[in-house]
């Protein structure tokens, strides 16, 4: 069974700053790896989506990567802005028929400015 | 850009009471979804729906739940009998086709079960 962890829960940096958050997946058959962002009471915004094929995708200050047999994804945010403060899951596409997405619980990210 | 709708962003109900929730998926989609979050939890898929009719569902997706798209459009969830652990924000999610495409997720309705 597909579990997703992601650490930390929370992180709570001040504006400017870089930051790395980790996600990781216990089964490396997966299609793809999205992250999402979810501000509180609201629904899930797509950011980014890697296939299983590839190693990095960017957008903006966002570039997530992927290791698939390591069972890792990163999601980096560049010059951090206090707008950026939200939830940020992550996500798997499982292979082998499955069609649901597997979630993280989340890290919840606080830019202070 | 094209958005998935749902409606009511809140409802309040009773236990024991039915709740249809509604969704209008992006219009060239094909495969459609309902996921729910209970507050503080992961996010949890329940059923996918493509053709008419579940694909897939989860061990969530007891009798008490049921999806239809009785107009070709909009997409409900029918909880039937609401009990007070069905309070959770419910999403509706839709993506062209399954496997290697983006979901994209409606802003999601509160279910509030008193």
């Known amino acids: 069974k597909q579990e997703v962890t992601q650490i930390p829960a929370a992180l709570s940096v001040p504006e400017g700053e870089n930051l790395v958050l980790n996600c990781s997946f216990t089964?490396?058959?997966?299609?793809?790896l999205q992250w999402f962002r979810q501000d509180p009471g609201k629904g899930l915004t797509s950011l980014l989506l890697i296939q299983s094929s590839q190693r990095e995708q960017t957008s903006g200050r966002l570039n997530a990567s992927l290791d698939k047999s390591s069972g890792r994804s990163t999601l980096y945010i560049a010059a951090s802005q206090p707008g950026d403060s939200a939830t940020y899951l992550c996500a798997v596409d499982p292979q082998g028929g499955s069609e649901k997405l597997v979630f993280g619980k989340g890290t919840k990210l606080t830019v202070n400015p | 850009e094209p958005e998935v709708t749902q409606t009511p962003s809140h409802q309040v109900t009773q236990m024991g009471q039915e709740v249809i929730l509604r969704c209008v998926p992006i219009s060239n989609h094909l495969y459609f979804y309902w996921y729910r979050q209970i507050l503080g939890q992961k996010v949890e898929f329940l059923v996918s729906?493509?053709?008419?009719?579940?694909?897939?569902k989860s061990e969530i997706f007891d009798d008490q739940f049921s999806v239809e798209r009785p107009d070709g459009s909009n997409f409900t969830l029918k909880i039937r009998s609401t009990k007070l652990e069905d309070s959770a924000m419910y999403f509706c999610a839709s993506r062209v086709y399954a496997g290697a495409n983006v979901l994209t997720f409606g802003a999601g309705s509160r279910l509030t079960v008193l």
């Open positions: 729906f493509y053709n008419n009719e579940i694909s897939e």
């Open positions: 089964d490396s058959a997966i299609y793809n």
